[in-house]
């Protein structure tokens, strides 16, 4: 199994992928609080593609420049955790956004989501992290991975969600590419 990038790796539980088809490039957990919490009220940039219960995220332009961020609060005792930014995470954020400064510019606002079907804002998440093998990211880094972070370089980033009152499922809510 892919090893989850070091700023999930306290929030997420990892869950078993079929071993038939594992062959380390994927990472599957369900998102769980340090307090011990998987209930979150998940608050995004703005941008959204679709309507009602297909609705996911999207890039969201905010004066002129576009955001893809996910933070997760905390139901239980209100810490806010970063998800996905995608200045910060995957091979374009890891890799590249260092050399562009995008890292540097200033963060929107974020608001909550809301279930289409009852307008709750808790909800449960399970992320889906694809990459390459380790030999890929060590050979094609341009020398800013090595054995201790080749993993924050992924290839994609997607969330599964699920609301804690009305149970309506979400598939693929977020779903990112970051190469």
């Excluded at 810490?79 to 200045?87: R, W, Y």
Aim: proline content about 4%.
């Amino acid at each position: 199994m892919f090893p989850p990038p070091s700023h999930l790796q306290n929030l997420v539980l990892p869950l078993k992928v079929d071993a038939s088809k594992d062959d380390d490039t994927e990472f599957v957990g369900a998102l769980v609080c340090p307090c011990g919490c998987n209930e979150f009220i998940l608050l995004y940039a703005g941008g959204a593609i679709g309507k009602g219960k297909t609705k996911s995220l999207g890039y969201a332009e905010v004066d002129g420049e576009n955001f893809y961020i996910v933070k997760a609060r905390c139901t239980r005792c209100d810490a806010e955790h970063l998800i996905f930014d995608d200045d910060f995470h995957g091979w374009n954020g890891y890799v590249c956004a260092p050399v562009d400064g995008n890292r540097n510019r200033q963060r929107p606002d974020l608001e909550p989501w809301e279930c289409a079907e009852c307008s709750c804002l808790a909800h449960k998440a399970t992320v889906w992290i694809i990459g390459d093998t380790k030999e890929f990211y060590l050979r094609e880094n341009e020398g800013i991975l090595n054995e201790d972070n080749w993993f924050e370089a992924f290839g994609s980033f997607s969330m599964n969600i699920e609301c804690v009152t009305c149970g309506l499922r979400r598939g693929g809510w977020v779903e990112v590419e970051t190469m």
